[in-house]
């Protein structure tokens, strides 16, 4: 397996993000300019099934994603007390505690009142990560 760095660490899904989320698009137009066309019973039915799946491809994206979120939360918080000795300050954000996972044990400390300090998106996290810990385990 690669080993894992801010440039490859994104998950992408070619059969799921490019051609499931095509197709879907595509439901989507073709369906609506028939319903244009035509504007009856059949049509509306397709679109609305289009409108469907285009909102069920969202959703089945999102919804693991947010218990994968809650999941790191957990994880990182107890990572951060075992180093720390006390949980996450309340103002550290979601966004960079799932940045912060990819830190080492070494530099999580300090890169965690970094990010306070200095306010620091998620990409200026991963960026600013010196030794790199990979999560292969991502949804």
């Excluded at 989507?28 to 066309?37: A, H, M, N, W």
């Excluded at 693991?64 to 999941?71: F, G, I, S, V």
């Excluded at 918080?77 to 979601?94: C, E, H, I, P, Q």
């Excluded at 996972?101 to 400390?109: H, T, V």
Aim: proline share 1%.
């Amino acid at each position: 397996m690669q080993a894992q760095n801010f440039k490859n660490h994104a998950r992408f899904v070619p059969l799921f993000h490019v051609l499931t989320f095509g197709i879907c698009l595509a439901i989507l137009v073709l369906s609506s300019i028939l319903f244009f066309r035509e504007m009856n019973m059949e049509t509306t039915l397709y679109l609305l099934i289009a409108i469907v799946l285009l909102l069920s491809f969202y959703f089945i994206r999102l919804f693991p994603l947010k218990a994968q979120d809650r999941a790191i939360r957990a994880e990182e918080n107890l990572r951060y007390f075992t180093l720390a000795g006390k949980l996450f300050d309340n103002k550290v954000s979601m966004s960079q505690i799932i940045a912060l996972r990819f830190a080492d044990d070494s530099e999580l400390i300090s890169l965690t009142e970094r990010a306070l300090k200095e306010n620091m998106s998620s990409k200026e996290i991963k960026m600013a990560i010196k030794n790199w810990r990979a999560d292969h385990y991502r949804a």
